[in-house]
């Protein structure tokens, strides 16, 4: 069982930036491939970033790619998303979720899931 916590959304204005945390409770961290999605209200879920499980791979959501970037610390057992020139559109809550093997992009194949963190951006 793997138990996913995120921290550091927060109320920040259009142009600024976040850094989301995804701490993970397993040991065996470094078999994971971790990801980001985030659900603004009245809309579906969608895919922001995943990376694979040394980290050397990524991939990113048009909408997101090169304004935010993902990282994970295997020593700390932490998932990152530094989110920058942030977006009114950006505004949703972020999940973070985490899969054994290939890191994708599609929600269903991602077993474990994090409660969420709030990220809204005034504009």
């Known amino acids: 069982q793997v138990q996913l916590v995120e921290s550091g959304g927060g109320l920040v204005q259009a142009g600024g930036s976040l850094r989301l945390s995804c701490a993970a409770s397993?040991?065996?961290?470094?078999?994971?491939?971790m990801a980001w999605f985030r659900q603004a209200p009245g809309k579906e879920r969608e895919f922001v970033a995943t990376i694979s499980w040394s980290g050397g791979s990524t991939l990113y959501a048009d909408s997101v790619k090169g304004r935010f970037t993902i990282s994970r610390d295997n020593a700390k057992n932490t998932v990152y998303l530094q989110m920058n020139s942030l977006k009114p559109e950006d505004t949703a809550v972020y999940y973070c979720?985490?899969?054994?093997?290939?890191?994708?992009?599609?929600?269903?194949?991602?077993?474990?899931w994090g409660q969420g963190t709030q990220v809204t951006v005034s504009s």
């Open positions: 979720a985490a899969r054994r093997g290939i890191a994708r992009s599609s929600g269903p194949e991602y077993d474990y």
């Open positions: 397993v040991r065996t961290f470094r078999s994971y491939a």
